[in-house]
C-alpha cells in the first residue's frame, strides 16, 4: 500500500512523505524543522498570551521590549495553543470554548454550556478536546467534529489530576497529578497504551511540553514550602532545575527561555533555557492565572509580497509593509519621491534627486549644506605653483624662488608662500602688498591660523611640527604632535578650530584641537601624501599612495572616523584644493588640474598648465 498517494500517512502539511516496502517516511520541507510528523516553520516567533479576570494579553519575544499589548476582553479565561493549526483556544466564563486567530480576529465558538472543565488542552490534528472533569475528577475527550464527549476509560484509576498538555512529537497526552503517579503519558494512536513515571519529592500541580518531548512541571513541596520546576527527558530521567517560588507559578519554555508566571508578584520572570540564569523580568497586570506560549510564522523571515522598496514588521499572524524613507505608497508598490519637486533644497542650491534620496549642493556664491545656503560674497580664486612663479585663474603672477609651498589665511585672506629664499610671504590676492612674516625659517610645510597669528610648521630639520607666534617670534615645538612623524602636509580648520596633518604612516590623518592640544586619529590603513579639508562639512580630502599598485588614491574621510574611497587614482604625485562644490587635483606628471564635483565625483573639467606645476591651493576673494 503507497501510504502517500492513499493519505494514510499522518505526515505533516509541510512535509514531503515519501513511501518504502511496508512503510513511509516524513520528512519537512525546506524551511520547516521537525520530524515530517509535526514540522514547525524555521522562521517562527514565541509569543506569549496571559490571562487574568477581565482580559487577555500578549507580548512578543521578538520585539526586544519588555511591554506587553492588549489581545482581547475575555473574562476568568482558560489559554490553550493549537500546535497544530496555530490558534488560540480559549475556555471563558466556565461555559463556552472558542477558537480565535493569534491577531486576536475571527473568533470562532465551538462549544457551549461546557460547565466541568477545570483544565483541558487540544490535540489539533483530531480536533478532540481533552480535559479535567472537575465534578469526577477524570479525564474526558470532547470531539469537536461531532460532539462526542465521553471518559477516557484507560486513565478512570487515575486521580488528583492536576494538569494537561499534548506531546505532537510522540502523539501522546501528558498528564501531572498530585499523587505519587506524578506523570502519565497516554499514548494516543494506541488507547490502551499508559506509562508512569514517579517521583517523591512533592505533588505535581502543572506542566508543559516541549517540542522535543521534554516535560517541563512544577511541583509543591509541604516540607520547605516551595513550588519548584522539574524537567523530565523522554527517556523518564527527572531532574531538579534549581528554579523555586514561595507562590504559585506556571511555566512555558520556547527554544531559547524558560517564562514562569509569578502569580504572587504580577510577573513573568524570563530565564536562560541552556545556563537557567535568569535574564529579565516582564510586568503583568494583577492576578494574572494563565499562561502559554503561542508560535506565529515571521512572514518578513519567509517569502513576503512586500515592494523592494518597503521595510516588512511582522505582526501576530500577519504582517504590514512599510515603504522606506525616500518612498511613497503607490497600490502595492512603493514609489521614490522626487524631493526636488517639492522644494525641500534651498531656493540657492542646485537638486539632484536620487531613488530614495536627494542631495543639494549651495551655488557658486553660496555656502551651506545644500538645505540652507548663505550667500559668500566671494570668488574662488585658483594659484598653483611653478619653478619661478605663483600663477592664478584670475591673471595674477608672483615671480618667486624655486620649491613654493602655498598656505592661505583664511581669516585675512591673503595669500602665503615659502620659497628657496627660506622666507616665508605673505601677499594679498591681487599679488600686492608683499610682507615677509618670517625670516630664514626652516619649513618642510605649514599651515596658519590667521585668527590667532600662530604658524603651525613642519622644521625640516627635527621633523617636528613648531608653533610661531608671529607677533613675539616666540617658537616651540607642538608637544601633543611630538609622537607623530612622516608628516606629508598640514592646513587648518579655522571653523572648528583644528590642525589638520597627512602622515605617510598609520594613523594617515590626525587632527589636533589647537585650543585643548588633544588629539584625534581617523584609522585606516593608508599612506597620506596630501590634503585638503572641507571645514563647513567637517571632511578631509587626501591622497593615499599603495606601494603595490604603485597609484595615488583620493580618499575622503569624515571627523567622525568613516573613510571612504572616491575611485578615482592617479599614476603620479598630486596636490589637492577644493572650493565649496568642487574637488581640484593638480596632476604634476601631466602638467594639468582636474575639477571634480563633490557630490556625483564627475570630472567637469580640465585646466593644461605649463611650466612643472608643485602646489594648488584655493584662496576666496571678496
Not at 476582553?73 to 463556552?96: E, W
Not at 483541558?120 to 483530531?126: C, E, I, S
Not at 470531539?143 to 462526542?148: A, P
Not at 536620487?354 to 549644506?369: D, I, K, L, M
Request: hydrophobic share 35%; charged share 20%; aromatic share 10%.
Amino acid at each position: 500500500v503507497d501510504e502517500c498517494v492513499s493519505g494514510s500517512n499522518n505526515c505533516h502539511d509541510n512535509a514531503n512523505c515519501t513511501n518504502t516496502v511496508g512503510s513511509y517516511t516524513c520528512q519537512c520541507k525546506e524551511g520547516f524543522t521537525g520530524n515530517g510528523v509535526e514540522c514547525e516553520d524555521l522562521c517562527q516567533v514565541p509569543i506569549l498570551y496571559y490571562a487574568n479576570s477581565s482580559t487577555i494579553d500578549t507580548y512578543n519575544t521578538k520585539a526586544g521590549n519588555l511591554s506587553s499589548n492588549f489581545f482581547l476582553r475575555s473574562p476568568d479565561s482558560q489559554l490553550v495553543y493549537d500546535k497544530h493549526n496555530r490558534q488560540i483556544l480559549i475556555y471563558a466564563s466556565g461555559t463556552t470554548l472558542s477558537r480565535v486567530t493569534l491577531d486576536g480576529s475571527n473568533i470562532t465558538t465551538l462549544a457551549t454550556d461546557e460547565e466541568h472543565i477545570r483544565r483541558f488542552t487540544y490535540d489539533g490534528r483530531r480536533n478532540i478536546i481533552y480535559y479535567i472533569h472537575d465534578a469526577r475528577d477524570a479525564i474526558h475527550m470532547l470531539n469537536l467534529t461531532n460532539m462526542q464527549d465521553n471518559e477516557i476509560g484507560a486513565l478512570a484509576l487515575i486521580s488528583n489530576i492536576q494538569d494537561l498538555d499534548i506531546d505532537v512529537l510522540n502523539d501522546c497526552l501528558v498528564i501531572v497529578t498530585a499523587s505519587n503517579l506524578s506523570i502519565v503519558l497516554y499514548d494516543l494512536r494506541e488507547s490502551s497504551s499508559v506509562r508512569v513515571i514517579t517521583y517523591d519529592g512533592g505533588s505535581g500541580q502543572s506542566l508543559y511540553v516541549f517540542e522535543d518531548g521534554t516535560i517541563y512541571w512544577v511541583i509543591y513541596n509541604p516540607s520547605t514550602g516551595r513550588f519548584i520546576i522539574l524537567c523530565t527527558s523522554k527517556a523518564g530521567v527527572t531532574r531538579n532545575l534549581g528554579i523555586w517560588y514561595n507562590g504559585e507559578i506556571r511555566v512555558v519554555v520556547d527554544r531559547l527561555y524558560i517564562y514562569v508566571l509569578d502569580k504572587d508578584n504580577n510577573r513573568i520572570d524570563i530565564y536562560s533555557r541552556r545556563t537557567l540564569m535568569k535574564l529579565g523580568e516582564l510586568p503583568v497586570p494583577p492576578s494574572v492565572c494563565e499562561l502559554i506560549l503561542a508560535f506565529d510564522i515571521d512572514e518578513c523571515c519567509s517569502n513576503n509580497t512586500c515592494h523592494m522598496n518597503a521595510t516588512c514588521s511582522d505582526t501576530p499572524g500577519s504582517f504590514v509593509c512599510t515603504c522606506n524613507e525616500g518612498f511613497e505608497p503607490s497600490g502595492d508598490d512603493c514609489l521614490d519621491i522626487n524631493e526636488c519637486d517639492r522644494g525641500y533644497c534651498d531656493p540657492n542650491a542646485d537638486c539632484v534627486n536620487s531613488q530614495g534620496s536627494f542631495y543639494c549642493t549651495c551655488r557658486s556664491g553660496f555656502v551651506g549644506n545644500g538645505l540652507n545656503c548663505t550667500e559668500t560674497c566671494e570668488d574662488e580664486i585658483l594659484f598653483y605653483s611653478t619653478s619661478s612663479r605663483i600663477i592664478s585663474n584670475s591673471s595674477v603672477s608672483i615671480p618667486t624662488a624655486d620649491n613654493n609651498i602655498l598656505g592661505y589665511d583664511k581669516y585675512n585672506r591673503r595669500l602665503l608662500y615659502y620659497d628657496d629664499t627660506e622666507n616665508l610671504y605673505s601677499v594679498g590676492l591681487n599679488g600686492l602688498n608683499s610682507t615677509v612674516l618670517i625670516n630664514k625659517a626652516y619649513i618642510a610645510e605649514f599651515a596658519y591660523d590667521g585668527e590667532r597669528g600662530v604658524l603651525y610648521y613642519l622644521n625640516r630639520l627635527t621633523l617636528k611640527i613648531n608653533s610661531v607666534n608671529i607677533s613675539n617670534g616666540e617658537d616651540a615645538p607642538v608637544q601633543a604632535l611630538d609622537s607623530y612623524s612622516d608628516i606629508k602636509g598640514m592646513e587648518m580648520d579655522t571653523k572648528n578650530r583644528y590642525l589638520v596633518i597627512a602622515k605617510s604612516s598609520l594613523p594617515p590623518i590626525v587632527r589636533l584641537d589647537i585650543i585643548s592640544f588633544e588629539t584625534q586619529e581617523i584609522n585606516f590603513d593608508g599612506s597620506a601624501q596630501a590634503l585638503s579639508v572641507d571645514q563647513d562639512n567637517e571632511v578631509v580630502y587626501w591622497v593615499n599612495f599603495v606601494v603595490s599598485t604603485d597609484k595615488h588614491y583620493l580618499m575622503r574621510s569624515s571627523y567622525t572616523g568613516e573613510t571612504v574611497p572616491l575611485n578615482v587614482s592617479y599614476d603620479g604625485e598630486i596636490d589637492l584644493a577644493q572650493d565649496y562644490m568642487h574637488l581640484y587635483v593638480l596632476d604634476k606628471e601631466n602638467d594639468r588640474i582636474d575639477k571634480y564635483n563633490k557630490r556625483t565625483w564627475v570630472e567637469i573639467n580640465v585646466f593644461n598648465i605649463n611650466d612643472g606645476p608643485q602646489r594648488l591651493i584655493i584662496a576666496f576673494g571678496e
